[in-house]
């Protein structure tokens, strides 16, 4: 009791807070369960207050996250609707291209090697020399040929400077009298014609070299020199050379093939031995190349494209790796040229090399690989319409039969640009261009105004998509041609000089190696630029290969260009 009579004054002097006030304890017990009756009651004030506050937070919390998952799920399912859509139109386009009219399918063709050079490594220089057949009597030329007079039809008639060789029906002599009983004389003669062909004629050239020697014995003979020949070593003429070149780099027929022709025509030539004569050939012919790129940067206007090419062999590289056959068209008026480059690598460094030097308009599609080249001095880089035309072309595909859409008229403006440029196509270049800017560039207006109000609300992953950003990306480089009337519209040349080397691809698939591909490249080059300059490459061909072992100096090379040559005399020297 005292030690609780001694603390009583300290006790008293305790307080507490209860949340507003403080009141001093005292000993009284009522007061002190009042006390604690209101610190409960604060207390559980207190707690409500925070349990309430507690489950608004909750509340809100799980709204939010209700909110960002059903915007989460909506994005999601946005996502995966845009790529059902994607796939939609890959699927029509794949079908379309696979199985539509216009469509162009791959053979379902065996592994065929190229070609140029496809098993030379194999060969030996003995191997250029071919077995070859008994010489034979002397057949009776039969016929003799001449130029028939022709009577106008319907028909288209043949060609005038085709041979003609004239087979004869006479009347039997029992029904040349007259019921009357006279004679009947000739009157006329009924002319009709038909087309003919003779089937591949293999046959031996033999060299007779006159031998001349003193009667008496005291000196050497004499005898004449060998001719000259591009491959030296080989016993093949340049006519087969040419033969073969031609039908393996213009009508795409791989040397597999060549040598079964040869085969049933009695002369047995294995595709080593065309192999090494074709690399042989193309080496032979490298100053002719020299000289048409230096014509080809004559020009102020270089077409360029590029497309795949499957060398086996390439250093460092897996077989399967895809290697790239450049081209180049271009050259002054008059003189189209025609290059292809062979070169493993698809990077912005081989055109600044391929075209070193040299300042124009260079007409592309939009790959970023030309854009190096374009920043060179002197270079203007223009971008092809007919790329723009063949994306809406496809958003057009996509859509169901009978719709129409943006794509549609899209397609309608730039018909419009293309009508003009037929229009056009046979004025001066000063009228061109006076024609282009008073009437293509108003509708360059219009389409520019269309793209900008369409671009926004299409989703740029879709077919529809990708073309209008592709055609916004290129927008200065696609409009510059009609400030000048010399600039092309579409880089379609460069196509079309591409597209042989690409149908023998179907054939022949893949190269051995990279000097085969590097040979073919060059005599490609040779033989499209011949074709651009509209001489027939046999005949010419022919001629140069029998004329370039004679070639000694400049004037000799150039001599041998197709714009120094006429097919006239080309098909003259061939029937001499």
Known sequence: MTNVVKNTPVLASVSIRNGLTEEPITDDPE???????????????ALAAHAQAYEASFALRVRELEQR?????????AAFHQRILEMFEEIRLARRRMFGPSSEVLSAQG??????????????????????????????????????????????????????????????????????????????????????????????????RKRYGCPRGEHAPVVAPVAPSVLPRSNASAGLLA??????????????????????????????????WMIGCAQKLIPLVNLMRDSLFDGS????D???????????????????????????????????????SRSGQIPVRQLEGWSGFLMTDGYDGYNALARQPGVEHLVCWAHVRRRFMDAAKVLPAGKRGHAHRALELIGQLYA?????????????????????????AQLRTWLDAVC?????????????????????????YTQRGDLPIDNNPAENAIRPFVTGRKNWLFADTPAGATASARLYSLLETAKANSIEPYLWLRHVLSRIPYANSLADYEALLPWNLRVEDLSAEFKS
């Open 69 to 77: 998952h059903q915007q989460a799920l909506a994005e999601q399912t």
């Open 306 to 344: 590029e497309t795949t090419v499957q060398v086996l062999k390439e250093p460092g590289r897996a077989a399967s790796s895809k290697s790239f056959m450049w081209v180049q068209r271009g050259g002054p008026p008059g003189r189209p040229v025609i290059l292809f480059d062979y070169d493993p």
């Open 31 to 45: 007061k002190l369960k009042e006390m604690l009756y209101a610190l409960r009651a604060s207390f559980d004030e």
């Open 420 to 444: 003009i440029e037929r229009e056009c196509r046979a004025l001066s270049d000063a009228e061109r261009a006076a024609q282009r800017q008073a009437r293509s560039d108003p509708i360059l």
């Open 111 to 208: 592994r065929l090697f190229d070609e140029v050079e496809v098993e030379a490594s194999q060969s030996t220089p003995a191997d250029d020399t071919v077995a070859l057949p008994p010489p034979a009597a002397p057949a009776n030329p039969g016929a003799a040929s001449g130029k028939a007079s022709t009577r106008r039809g319907k028909r288209v008639p043949l060609p005038a400077d085709l041979p003609r060789v004239e087979v004869i029906h006479d009347v039997p002599l029992a029904e040349r009298t007259c019921p009357c009983g006279t004679p009947m004389v000739e009157i006329g003669t009924d002319v009709s014609e038909q087309l003919d062909i003779v089937p591949m004629q293999v046959r031996v050239l033999r060299h007779l």
């Open 456 to 480: 926004p609300s299409v989703p740029p992953q879709s077919t529809l998509g990708g073309a209008l950003r592709y055609m916004h990306d290129f927008w200065p480089k696609l409009v510059r």
């Open 301 to 304: 206007v270089i077409y360029m």
């Open 243 to 276: 033969t073969l070149i031609v039908a393996k780099y213009v009508d795409g027929l791989p040397l597999a093939r060549l040598e079964y022709v040869l085969a049933r025509h009695g002369a047995k030539v294995p595709r080593q031995t065309q192999a090494r």
